[in-house]
């Protein structure tokens, strides 16, 4: 009976040197670091100004890093490491993680963009919106990441942050698109895990957001962004290449994404679409230098661009406005309304076919043939299912 406490504390130990020798080769990865920060930011017509470059230790790169974090700015962050310091910090990470990487290829897999793992990724869409997701990183590529991040977030926030990935914890994201139909609009539901964040029109205050296709930063101007958090996992775990199916799963309140842009469809009474996807990653962001996998639904994974009535250019404060044709206000999206939806109509099965048709019915290029199409389906599945056949007939 002695034994077993005995190996309890044994592990503990074992756990806790893992994680000094961690901080310690992290702590000094970050002093010997040097950080190639590559920037651009936009004109105040849209396009991007040339390429600024600035070699930095980890002090000022965390200043100027998180200073140009959130606009819309292409921004690279190279981490340059001393042969020797790069070599121990590798080591270590091979002991601290050596459950979630490949012996033979030196790899490991996460949930999470790292530099370099684009090669190595395997995306799986769901038709509701989501994807199951995963990267494969050489461990070389994962350290060189992780010193950014420690730079950038602090090394023992960093280190708890591994640990905690060690034990399964989840990681906390959001799935994002742009809404097609929906401009101007503000909106969040704490219980929905919900968020509409308006872009603004004028150029210099618009986030940073991917680009897909042909679309261009002034493509998103007076558009509205949707988030919905999430959670993946496993976040860290060991690559199998002869794997047929990913094994990171996406989660949600809201597993049926149709039914988002349904609800909100019936609360603004417009027909509202998601353009393409993407993910965001609260705590691992730092891990990739702002490239993100993008996907979409067949047939709406494009961004439908507003008509524009006006542009002002102001020329000495370099800022552009544009004003929107359409200068109806934004509908007012009440969160205790879409709450009142969503609650009553979700998750019942028998609900999801007539708003889902209802849905179709509102989209403005539909033949009207085929709007009252969906309509009538929408009608007999809400009032009739079950019922004899000669309500049915009354109701053609």
Same mark, same amino acid.
């Given at each position: ?15 806790? +040197? %893992? $994680?000094? /020798? @961690?901080? *310690? ?11 190639? =920060?590559?920037? &651009? ?120 942050? +591994? %640990? $905690?990935? /060690? @034990?399964? *914890? ?11 139909? =929906?401009?101007? &609009? ?211």
């Amino acid at each position: 009976m002695d034994v077993f406490p005995e190996t309890l504390w044994v592990k503990k130990d074992n756990k806790n +040197l %893992e $994680t000094e /020798k @961690l901080e *310690k080769a992290l702590r000094i990865a970050v002093d010997e670091a040097t950080f190639y =920060l590559k920037f &651009s930011d936009l004109e105040f017509d849209g396009e991007f100004r040339k390429p600024k470059c600035q070699t930095l230790k980890a002090e000022q790169f965390r200043k100027d890093y998180l200073k140009k974090q959130m606009g819309l700015i292409k921004i690279k962050a190279r981490v340059n490491l001393p042969h020797k310091v790069a070599k121990q910090l590798n080591d270590v990470l091979r002991e601290t993680l050596e459950e979630f990487i490949d012996s033979e290829t030196d790899k490991i897999g996460h949930v999470f963009l790292v530099d370099k793992c684009f090669s190595h990724s395997r995306l799986k869409p769901r038709p509701n919106g989501l994807a199951d997701i995963e990267f494969q990183s050489q461990i070389s590529d994962f350290a060189s990441s992780l010193v950014r991040v420690a730079a950038i977030n602090g090394i023992d926030e960093t280190v708890s942050l +591994l %640990e $905690t990935w /060690k @034990l399964g *914890k989840p990681i906390n994201m959001y799935l994002c698109t742009v809404l097609n139909g =929906l401009s101007g &609009s503000s909106f969040y539901s704490h219980d929905q895990g919900l968020q509409i964040v308006p872009l603004s029109l004028p150029l210099s205050e618009l986030p940073r957001l991917p680009l897909m296709g042909d679309t261009e930063p002034i493509d998103y101007l007076g558009m509205s962004l949707l988030k919905v958090q999430i959670s993946a996992s496993p976040v860290l775990f060991k690559p199998k290449p002869d794997r047929k199916e990913n094994i990171v799963h996406t989660s949600s309140k809201l597993t049926n994404f149709e039914f988002i842009y349904a609800a909100l469809s019936l609360l603004a009474n417009r027909y509202i679409s998601p353009s393409f996807f993407w993910y965001e990653y609260s705590d691992a962001s730092a891990f990739s230098q702002g490239i993100k996998q993008i996907w979409g639904i067949p047939g709406e994974n494009r961004l439908k661009k507003i008509s524009w009535k006006e542009i002002h250019r102001d020329y000495p404060k370099e800022e552009l406005t544009l004003i929107p044709k359409d200068d109806s206000p934004p509908p007012n999206l009440d969160d205790k309304k879409l709450d009142k939806i969503i609650n009553a109509l979700y998750p019942n099965d028998k609900h999801l076919i007539p708003l889902s048709r209802w849905h179709r019915s509102m989209r403005t290029k539909a033949r009207l043939e085929d709007r009252f199409i969906d309509l009538r389906i929408a009608l007999e599945a809400l009032y009739i299912r079950g019922i004899r056949q000669e309500l049915k007939y009354r109701l053609y």
